[in-house]
């Protein structure tokens, strides 16, 4: 895979998140549903942290904004990172796969810093009102922006019959997370350097093997 068909790809799910997080975004009330079916939903929510959630200020003795300031400045950073493994491994001529799992994971990774480096300048709040693209009061500021959630799959959603030790009559709910393209793109990429992880980083005489084939 060159240089242009990973653009491409990186182009069409950045576009794809964008879109979609901004139609939500001036369109749905903070916590609003709208179920297309019984196990899929779309409901916006909003991350101000990492994965699921979590926040660095509830892991480290440090404030909200300060948190959330490192968290993006971290993000940069791996975007950064990525990028540069991503422009070496098609330096290099890297299997299709490794490419293709690594274009996937950096554009998931640039979807989501979009929402935090940017939509607290453009956005005003979403709490009890649909908010307003480029807004006049926005609701926070550069780095400080919250990531847009809306898919949510709750492929099982029941209660746990009463005779169940600790969770009898609880609620139980399985997928929970409300996740977004970008973060598909993240999962996607991740999934096949696992799955795939042979034909990602064949060893040297799978290689030999590999353009012998290609030679015949």
Excluded: C
Aim: aromatic share 14%.
């Amino acid at each position: 895979m060159n240089l242009k068909k990973s653009l491409i790809i990186i182009i069409l799910i950045l576009l794809v998140d964008q879109i979609s997080k901004i139609y939500i975004k001036t369109n749905f009330i903070l916590g609003e549903a709208n179920e297309v079916f019984s196990w899929f939903k779309i409901l916006f929510i909003e991350n101000e942290g990492a994965a699921w959630g979590t926040k660095l200020s509830d892991l480290l003795p440090i404030s909200e904004p300060a948190g959330k300031l490192i968290l993006t400045i971290f993000r940069i950073f791996a975007v950064f990172g990525i990028g540069y493994w991503l422009w070496d491994i098609i330096r290099k001529q890297s299997p299709k796969t490794l490419i293709l799992a690594v274009s996937l994971i950096f554009a998931g990774a640039v979807g989501n810093i979009i929402d935090s480096v940017f939509y607290g300048l453009i956005f005003d709040h979403s709490n009890g009102q649909v908010a307003t693209l480029f807004a006049e009061e926005p609701y926070g500021s550069l780095f400080h922006g919250k990531v847009v959630d809306m898919l949510y799959f709750p492929l099982v959603d029941t209660t746990w019959p009463d005779w169940v030790p600790s969770w009898g009559g609880q609620r139980f709910r399985f997928f929970e997370p409300v996740f977004n393209i970008a973060d598909t793109a993240i999962s996607t990429g991740v999934g096949i350097l696992i799955v795939f992880n042979k034909k990602a980083f064949p060893k040297e005489e799978d290689k030999k093997e590999a353009a012998a084939d290609q030679n015949v």
